[in-house]
């Protein structure tokens, strides 16, 4: 049986809005079960972006319709309409125990459920029950959060969004860019650009200082903030973690496993891996991390 655990709001905002060259994860058929636990007619009124309901038989036990291969899927994620802990009894708790018993990876449940991720992320709630292949691989993807409600990491065609920017109330824009694109954007936002190129030779290191500084001055606001690069991979993701380095005091372990929850695809390149060594040094005292390992 697997095992069961709560799981925050922005950790499904995350699996919701991870891509591959392009196209949403949410079309891959094992990427992520998304299951509604709540009853028939609250879920016909208002569900999250492509979750299934749960349905309930005659003894009061959980199943799915539809043929889903929970046992093949690589995230199994449940929720109802306001379950907090594993402790409740509610129908998110039931309806996981029915899918431990046939997933292969661990069953979450949506700390808060319904009520409390549409709460924070409204744009990601919706009517609409059947999807054709297209559809889902063409989901809008947002930028992925970093630091709940505070620090966001995407890319450059998430930048020139409007729409992105507004639903995630982003307050200032880190660019990380040789792009003159994102200079002649001009929303609502404050957006810094530090032009870097993405290359081993490039020296982001020299500016880790200056947009920390930058980031932290905006997020003890409470105002959030939107890191950038062009594919949204390599400089903007050193920079987040430069930034968690420094903020969270983590060591570049910590900060790389971090990041990679947050997006699995991020990975910088072997030069800023290396400034992001001398940045442990500089912010700890001494490398505490050894960057040879195979996962770096």
């Known amino acids: 049986m697997a095992e069961i655990m709560m799981c925050e709001p922005f950790e499904l905002y995350n699996l919701l809005n991870q891509c591959s060259c392009g196209v949403s994860r949410m079309s891959e058929l094992n990427y992520l079960c998304l299951i509604d636990a ?10 999250i972006i492509t979750a299934k309901n749960a349905k309930m038989d005659s003894d009061g036990s959980f199943f799915l319709r539809g043929g889903v291969e929970v046992d093949s899927m690589q995230h199994v994620v449940v929720y109802d309409s306001n379950t907090s802990c594993l402790q409740e009894q509610g129908r998110a708790v039931g309806c996981a125990r029915a899918l431990a018993k046939v997933s292969l990876c661990p069953v979450q449940i949506v700390r808060g459920g319904f009520q409390r991720f549409s709460a924070l992320y409204p744009f990601l709630r919706t009517e609409k029950i059947l999807y054709a292949v297209m559809e889902v691989e063409n989901l809008k993807t947002y930028p992925v959060e970093i630091i709940a409600g505070l ?34 954007i001009k929303w609502n936002q404050t957006t810094i650009n530090i032009p870097v190129a993405d290359s ?13 500084s930058l980031i932290g001055s905006h997020i003890n606001m ?5 890191i950038v690069s062009r594919n949204g991979r390599s400089r903007c993701s050193a920079v987040a973690i430069a930034f968690l380095m420094q903020h969270l005091k983590y060591t570049l372990e910590e900060a790389w496993k971090y990041m990679l929850k947050c997006k699995p695809s991020m990975r910088p390149n072997t030069g800023f891996l290396q400034q992001l ?3 442990e040094r500089h912010t700890r005292g001494n490398k505490k991390t050894d960057i040879s390992q195979p996962y770096f």
């Open 222 to 226: 409470g105002s959030r903030v939107l």
């Open 277 to 279: 060594s001398d940045w």
């Open 151 to 184: 620090l966001y990491m995407g890319d450059e065609k998430q930048h020139m969004d409007s729409s992105i920017l507004k639903d995630l109330k982003i307050s200032a824009v880190i660019s990380i860019s040789q792009s003159d694109i994102l200079e002649s």
């Open 38 to 47: 709540c009853e028939t007619e609250d879920y016909s009124m208002s569900h």
């Open 200 to 212: 081993v030779k490039s020296d982001l290191y020299s500016s880790f200082e200056r947009i920390c």
